[in-house]
């Protein structure tokens, strides 16, 4: 667990961080809070006590029922573990099981922890199965039931032995995205698949397809089982939600929600009032009170919900897990919402700044969050964060840098935008002035004529990364590379020798450099023409390029670092630097010196003597991108926001939450 900190910004010199060395100390996570969250899990035994698990492995804790969050542990060793199933165990307290499913592959695991969540281990004999449901059985806990991509799996001790209890290659029952099991016996099992539902009734020795009254070719997201009444089963598919009143033998379809916010994701019954059930749906968070006669919609329509989690002492109390807006909290059973994010954060921050004038403020760029990413602003460094996205319109923000007067500059997956130092509101600045040479042929002439004109257009490409010198900005797009000599209000470029996506840019008086993932290009007058250097025979990948002192030029690859010093007709590999996959290569230069890290490694490594010697400090952290400015080291991770080298920090405690708010 990492306790929440702030960084004071009336404590402006004790903001300042050692960057003579590198601190060997986990970094400290910053945000922007909220991002996407997959499921939660309530500790029967501390109900106080919430899990959050996250679609990277990682599970946040909350010890005070949601108002605050703290990373708890990472399961697993890859990226891409998405844990979507969160179980306490009723009767043994300390026992909790996570179920996890590879987004890369078709694996899996099934997660344990018996001493309270301190140590996980999987369980042996679904290793490597990708368990999208799973579940306890309510009269007998020991009794499990994991649904998998290639069947049922069912343990009667509590997870130390499976069985496969679905037909072996069955043509239907695969593919298992839902599962329940009835209050009154462990032998009744229900199954929603990506093609219908299936029921047990003996425990996987015979099946039937429950499919009457639901359209067919549904996927099966949710099922739930009226704890009271057995015989009255919910069922959410992409087709819609359905009802049975004789224990799925027939299905009825409910009424009342369009058909764009039917493919509801997830269905939770209200613990005291069983007619009142939610369905969290790719367009909100929907309610019934009449046991499913009529709906009417909660949240916003542009919520995703995930995952629904009630307050069994208090009903009113309500949780969402959503994708982007992350936790959202109800204490009036719906009516309104409020974020409640503290200490939670899982974007994907692409990029970070550091003001120029203020050390304490920071601005983050994120992608893949719509509506609610762009860019954040903390003015308390890293404490709190604001979106500053008005006018983005959902772009994803690949760039940021900053002029002196204070304006920011923004890199789009569509355009260039500047921002006025107040905060107001973004506008484009994507106008391309090429001016094209033609020959024309002259009348009772041979000679020819060269003719000049301007050709017009929009810079609607991905920008990803853009450099501000005195004299120029320099974009690296989709598109090409583009030049604008009045501070972007017109751009000129495009391809150059023949290449297109660039990733990198860099810039120092005498030399720019632009990079795509195999070709590197240098310009000695300011981007007017472009020559292609060479890259290194053994590389197969770029990750971006960095310029030092006496025009020395860095390469991050796959392969490793590479330093050139004649403009890159040459280069060397920087073979003491112990690690390769590299995330990025930066040239600090406050500090004068290089920082690079790598996607198979948790440490940042400094050169300060232009890459010929290296010392590496672990973070704790995959990181991405590395800024320094006036003492402050910030980093953007992988999945988790932006972490900060720590020094100077006070501990700072969270706040109470009131209910209300807009939803």
């Known amino acids: ?79 891409d573990l998405v844990l979507d199933h969160i179980v306490f165990h009723p009767k043994r307290e300390g026992v909790i099981y996570v179920a996890a499913w590879s987004v890369e592959e078709n694996t899996g695991d099934i997660f344990r922890s018996v001493d309270n969540g301190k140590t996980w281990k999987p369980l042996r004999e679904m290793r490597g199965k990708s368990v999208r449901s799973f579940d306890l059985a309510p009269s007998n806990p020991e009794v499990m039931i994991a649904g998998a991509l290639d069947g049922v799996y069912r343990s009667s001790d509590g997870g130390e032995h499976w069985s496969l209890i679905s037909p072996p290659n069955h043509a239907d029952i695969r593919n298992i995205e839902s599962v329940a099991i009835d209050p009154r016996s462990p032998d009744v099992i229900y199954v929603g ?22 359209v067919d070719d549904s996927d099966v997201f949710s099922i739930i089982i009226d704890p009271i009444q057995p015989a009255v089963v919910y069922a959410s598919a992409c087709s819609g939600i359905y009802k049975s009143e004789s224990a799925g033998a027939q299905f009825r379809k409910v009424q009342g929600m369009p058909f764009s916010a039917r493919r509801t994701r997830v269905l939770r019954q209200d613990p005291a009032n069983r007619n009142i059930v939610y369905a969290g749906t790719t367009e909100g968070l929907w309610q019934t009170m009449d046991a499913g006669l009529t709906w009417k919609r909660l949240s916003k329509p542009n919520i995703i919900v995930n995952d629904v989690l009630i307050d069994p002492a208090n009903p009113l109390n309500i949780l969402l897990a959503t994708d982007r807006s992350g936790v959202l909290a109800s204490f009036d059973r719906g009516e309104s919402f409020v974020a409640s994010n503290r200490g939670f954060a899982h974007r994907q921050v ?28 903390s003015a308390d460094g890293g404490y709190s964060w604001s979106q500053s996205s008005n006018g983005l319109e959902g772009r994803d923000v690949f760039s940021l840098q ?13 355009g260039v935008f500047i921002q006025d130092k107040n905060g107001m509101g973004w506008l484009p600045r994507d106008k391309i002035t090429n001016v094209v040479e033609t020959q024309v042929k002259r009348a009772g002439s041979s000679k020819r004529q060269t003719i000049q004109k301007t050709v017009t257009a929009k810079l609607t490409a991905r920008v990803n990364d853009i450099q501000i010198a005195p004299d120029a900005w320099f974009a690296a797009t989709s598109a090409g590379v583009f030049t604008s000599n009045d501070e972007g209000r017109n751009w000129h470029g495009g391809p150059v020798q023949n290449h297109s996506d660039f990733i990198s840019v860099a810039a120092s008086p005498e030399i720019v450099l632009a990079v795509t993932r195999k070709a590197v290009v240098v ?53 003491r630097l112990p690690v390769n996959q590299l995330t990025s290569i930066y040239y600090d230069e406050e500090e004068q010196r290089l920082l690079t ?42 999945f988790d926001g932006i972490v900060a080298q720590p020094d100077a920090v006070v501990s700072h405690p969270a706040p109470s939450m009131a209910g209300g708010g807009n939803n």
């Open 523 to 575: 310009s000695f007058d300011r981007g007017q023409t472009w020559k292609t250097a060479t890259i290194p025979s053994d590389v197969t990948m770029i990750s971006n390029i960095a310029v030092a002192p006496a025009n020395r030029l860095y390469l991050a690859a796959r392969e490793g670092a590479y330093r050139s010093e004649d403009s890159g007709l040459s280069w060397e590999r920087l073979t």
């Open 193 to 214: 698949t990506w093609h219908l539902p299936w029921k047990t009734s003996d425990g996987g020795l015979t099946w039937t397809n429950i499919k009457q009254g639901i």
């Open 350 to 377: 692409s990029t970070v700044l550091i003001d120029q004038q203020d050390s304490s403020k920071i601005y983050a760029g994120v992608l893949n969050d719509k509506e609610f990413g762009g860019v954040f602003t």
């Open 1 to 79: 667990m990492v306790p929440r900190v702030i960084y004071k910004p009336v404590f402006a010199f004790l903001l300042l961080f050692a960057t003579q060395t590198l601190l060997a100390q986990q970094w400290v996570p910053l945000g922007p809070d909220g991002g996407d969250v997959r499921s939660f899990g309530r500790d029967p035994h501390a109900s106080s006590r919430i899990l959050l698990g996250t679609s990277s492995g990682q599970l946040f804790q909350s010890l005070n029922e949601g108002k605050s969050w703290s990373r708890y542990v990472k399961l697993g060793e890859g990226r």
């Open 597 to 638: 890290m790598s996607y198979t490694s948790t440490q940042v490594f400094q050169s300060t003597d232009f890459g010929k010697t290296w010392k590496r400090a672990e973070t704790g952290w995959i990181l991405r991108r590395i800024r320094s400015a006036r003492g402050r080291v910030l980093a953007t991770t992988i």
């Open 402 to 414: 900053q002029l002196t007067s204070g304006a920011l500059i923004a890199g789009t997956n569509r």
